[in-house]
């Protein structure tokens, strides 16, 4: 069983920044990716951004140029660096596991679909 727990959350200003953590673990299956996922009250979730096993990356335009996705394997962690958060940033941030080609699938239509496996989300309150 895929299991995810994120983690850095939390209450800062426009302009200020955020990483947050997601701890991954549970994939038995050599082609994967993790994603991050956010959704504002009221709205249906959007997939931000993605990270591959192969290291490939996805940004929705959004939050391309402000966030950064990275993952370290020996702490089996996916993270999320937020800069130059804005208030339509606020929203609880999820992290989700699924096959590899979730993350071609994005690259090729610039949209991320919903993943399989998700946390349970940490709450990203950008205050103007």
């Known amino acids: 069983e895929v299991q995810l727990v994120e983690s850095g959350g939390g209450l800062v200003q426009t302009g200020e920044s955020l990483r947050l953590s997601c701890v991954v673990s549970g994939i038995t299956f050599d082609d994967y990716a993790i994603g991050w996922f956010r959704q504002a009250p009221g709205k249906e979730p959007e997939g931000v951004s993605c990270?591959?096993?192969?290291?490939?990356?996805y940004y929705s335009n959004s939050v391309r140029g402000r966030f950064t996705i990275s993952s370290d394997n020996a702490k089996n962690t996916v993270y999320l660096q937020m800069n130059s958060l804005k208030p339509e940033d606020t929203a609880v941030y999820y992290c989700?596991?699924?096959?590899?080609?979730?993350?071609?699938?994005?690259?090729?239509?610039?949209?991320?679909?919903?993943?399989?496996?998700r946390g349970q989300g940490t709450q990203v309150t950008v205050s103007s």
């Open positions: 990270i591959g096993s192969d290291t490939t990356t």
């Open positions: 989700a596991a699924d096959r590899g080609y979730k993350l071609r699938k994005a690259q090729a239509l610039n949209v991320l679909d919903p993943f399989d496996s």
